[in-house]
């Protein structure tokens, strides 16, 4: 389940290279996604899904922080000087299981509303813009295949709802739909250890603003914890991401300063870090999860720090 996204990403190189580079302002998205890399980590789904009551809530909350001075952008050939970026977002999540049924699955769904705040400095110019950010919805079914295992399967979709202004650095929206199947899973391969991982892959809309369609991107979250104690595990966690297909404007294949090749400025990230996770009142927990991006092109390389906070409830 992933309710995050962070526009700005993109959309600073985007603005640095109009402001560098005097290219048209429409020509600048390059890739922005509708992905928060790392929201899921430990326990992404329940365990013993057929077990829980009828009707099932948890209330989710989230505070993500991110923060680079480097932006690569390969198609150029290599990393921009003088930036810095800077992404906080406080993000409320309510899930629902309900008794219904669907391909022998319990059929259930989720809603969230970030607010972030989102600041751009480069090359002596800065901006800032504090508002709500895109929702994210989708219907999810749960498998229980045993006590040790539950698989997931969900449609995410984000709606522009965000504030938005083509020719500003720092925006909470992106302005476009994304459609992001995914598949997921938590597994317990021994009685101390767990494993939780997730995979999406995202259609972008067009932004009508600019006439400019970010490519389509894979991604997956992963994390592995070690219970130390009853209430406490120790673990790790990171996450993946790579731009399968172009960025496209005006219908044709995006590329910098009158390359005779194309680029489509196709981004990836790999990012690794600790995380800890502890539950407390029986069922509640709070986790901390930090990490360390590598492997970077076409995307800014920072570090992402995600808190979160689950509480479920039945009714």
């Known amino acids: 389940m992933n309710p995050i996204r962070l526009p700005w990403l993109r959309r600073a190189a985007a603005c640095m290279l109009c402001a560098s580079l005097a290219l048209p302002a429409q020509a600048t998205e390059n890739g922005v996604d509708n992905i928060g890399p790392g929201t899921d980590g430990f326990f992404v789904l329940p365990l013993n899904v057929d077990q829980l009551p009828a009707h099932m809530f948890a209330f989710n909350l989230y505070y993500n922080h991110y923060q680079t001075r480097k932006l690569d952008i390969s198609s150029l050939g290599g990393k921009v000087p003088q930036v810095k970026i800077t992404s906080d977002a406080i993000i409320p999540r309510l899930d629902y299981l309900s008794p219904l049924r669907l391909f022998g699955g319990r059929l259930g769904g989720y809603v969230a509303q970030p607010y972030m705040r989102q600041q751009v400095a480069m090359f002596g110019q800065h901006s800032q813009r504090e508002s709500q950010g895109d929702v994210t919805l989708a219907p999810i079914i749960l498998w229980d295949m045993g006590p040790d295992l539950t698989l997931g399967a969900a449609l995410e979709?984000?709606?522009?709802?965000?504030?938005?202004?083509?020719?500003?650095?720092?925006?909470?929206?992106?302005?476009?739909?994304?459609?992001?199947?995914?598949?997921?899973?938590?597994?317990?391969?021994?009685?101390?250890?767990?494993?939780?991982?997730?995979?999406?892959?995202?259609?972008?809309?067009?932004?009508?603003?600019?006439?400019?369609?970010?490519?389509?991107?894979?991604?997956?979250?992963?994390?592995?914890?070690?219970?130390?104690?009853?209430?406490?595990?120790?673990?790790?966690?990171?996450?993946?991401?790579?731009?399968?297909?172009?960025?496209?404007?005006?219908?044709?294949?995006?590329?910098?300063?009158?390359?005779?090749?194309?680029?489509?400025?196709?981004?990836?990230?790999?990012?690794?870090?600790?995380?800890?996770?502890?539950?407390?009142?029986?069922?509640?927990?709070?986790?901390?999860?930090?990490?360390?991006?590598?492997?970077?092109?076409?995307?800014?390389?920072?570090?992402?720090?995600?808190?979160?906070?689950?509480?479920?409830?039945?009714?």
């Open 157 to 315: 979709i984000t709606l522009p709802t965000g504030d938005y202004e083509a020719t500003r650095m720092a925006n909470t929206s992106n302005n476009f739909y994304t459609y992001k199947p995914l598949v997921s899973m938590t597994w317990l391969p021994s009685e101390r250890s767990e494993l939780s991982v997730k995979a999406t892959y995202s259609f972008n809309e067009e932004n009508h603003d600019t006439d400019y369609r970010s490519g389509q991107l894979f991604h997956f979250d992963y994390s592995a914890s070690y219970r130390v104690t009853d209430n406490l595990r120790l673990g790790g966690n990171g996450y993946y991401l790579k731009q399968t297909t172009d960025d496209k404007q005006f219908g044709r294949t995006v590329a910098f300063m009158g390359e005779d090749v194309d680029d489509g400025v196709r981004g990836q990230v790999f990012a690794i870090g600790p995380a800890l996770h502890y539950t407390f009142l029986e069922y509640a927990s709070i986790e901390a999860r930090w990490a360390k991006e590598f492997a970077v092109r076409n995307r800014p390389e920072g570090e992402m720090l995600w808190i979160k906070l689950n509480l479920p409830f039945s009714l």
